[in-house]
């Protein structure tokens, strides 16, 4: 979940319900420089405090966030928007 301000987003098991992962916080967003601050999380400990810098890009309903995790893990996700 994105918000003009706040990113939120939770893992969880489709047939227990029970949430394996979750994170969320500020954001700032300057062109396709996408920063996020960690401010909680749930089996997050790693990240929580840090503030990874993503490139975004914007197609119709589609985010496509690429970059490196703290560690230097690298990602690359695809967020579609809900009406």
Request: charged share 25%; proline share 1%.
């Amino acid at each position: 979940m994105i918000t003009d301000s706040h990113f939120m987003w939770v893992h969880y098991n489709k047939s227990s319900g029970k949430i394996t992962g979750s994170a969320g916080g500020k954001y700032i967003l300057t062109g396709d420089s996408y920063t996020e601050s960690l401010d909680f999380g749930l089996g997050m400990d790693t990240y929580v405090g840090k503030d990874p810098v993503y490139t975004v890009k914007v197609e119709g309903d589609n985010l496509f966030l690429s970059g490196n995790l703290t560690e230097g893990y690298k990602i690359e996700e695809v967020w579609e928007r809900v009406k």
